[in-house]
């Protein structure tokens, strides 16, 4: 069974830093993993998708990698915003053809 | 225009009603889901569905039904509803369930709190 963990639970850093998420899962036989982001109140918002084949994926300020035979991914988000303050989920779509969800890491950024 | 929509939006209930979560996607996709998102934030698939194939999550009690009218529209019926169903439940959708690089959008979600 696919179990899927991020760390830290909350973290909270000063305006203009970088930072890194992290997310491990037990399973290497994935199709996919995905960073999405939750906003207080609201639905999921898909950031970044990897494909098993490839080794990250960026979009603007947000650099996702994934290591597949290690079962982590990392989320490098550079020169954090207040904006960027979420809940920021990772999730692995495995031989279930099902998303497998983290519980979470809660990003605030101070102003 | 939104492309993933949930109605209602809150639900409060007492226990043993019946009720039902209505989802509607405008993206012209093939593949609904239904998450459920407890109180420690853990979001946890229930089904997905096209129009070929039910996945069900094994651990989803019979009392959840998915219903699909057409394919761009997946309710949530729940039945006897128990204090433990308090939740936010989300619909998404995606191109297909493939192997590969399917993105899945999700509704607002919806707030059920069963009294």
């Known amino acids: 069974k696919q179990e899927v963990t991020q760390i830290p639970a909350a973290l909270s850093v000063p305006e203009g830093e970088n930072l890194v998420l992290n997310c491990s899962f037990t399973?290497?036989?994935?199709?996919?993993l995905q960073w999405f982001r939750q906003d207080p109140g609201k639905g999921l918002t898909s950031l970044l998708l990897i494909q098993s084949s490839q080794r990250e994926q960026t979009s603007g300020r947000l650099n996702a990698s994934l290591d597949k035979s290690s079962g982590r991914s990392t989320l490098y988000i550079a020169a954090s915003q207040p904006g960027d303050s979420a809940t920021y989920l990772c999730a692995v779509k495995g031989s279930a053809r099902q998303l497998t969800f983290g519980s979470g890491t809660q990003l605030t950024v101070l102003p | 225009d939104t492309a993933v929509s949930q109605t209602p939006k809150y639900l409060v209930t007492q226990m043993g009603n019946d009720k039902s979560i209505k989802c509607e996607q405008n993206?012209?996709?093939?593949?609904m889901y239904w998450y459920k998102q407890d109180s420690k934030k853990f979001l946890k698939i229930m089904f997905s569905y096209n129009n070929k194939e039910l996945i069900i999550n094994e651990t989803v009690p019979n009392r959840f039904s998915p219903k699909s009218p057409d394919k761009a529209h997946l309710n949530l019926h729940i039945n006897s509803l128990e204090l433990g169903d308090s939740a936010v439940y989300f619909c998404?959708?995606?191109?297909?369930?493939?192997?590969?690089?399917?993105?899945?959008?999700f509704g607002p979600g919806t707030r059920l709190t069963v009294l």
């Open positions: 399973d290497s036989a994935i199709y996919n």
């Open positions: 998404a959708s995606s191109k297909a369930v493939s192997e590969g690089g399917d993105t899945q959008y």
């Open positions: 993206l012209g996709h093939d593949t």
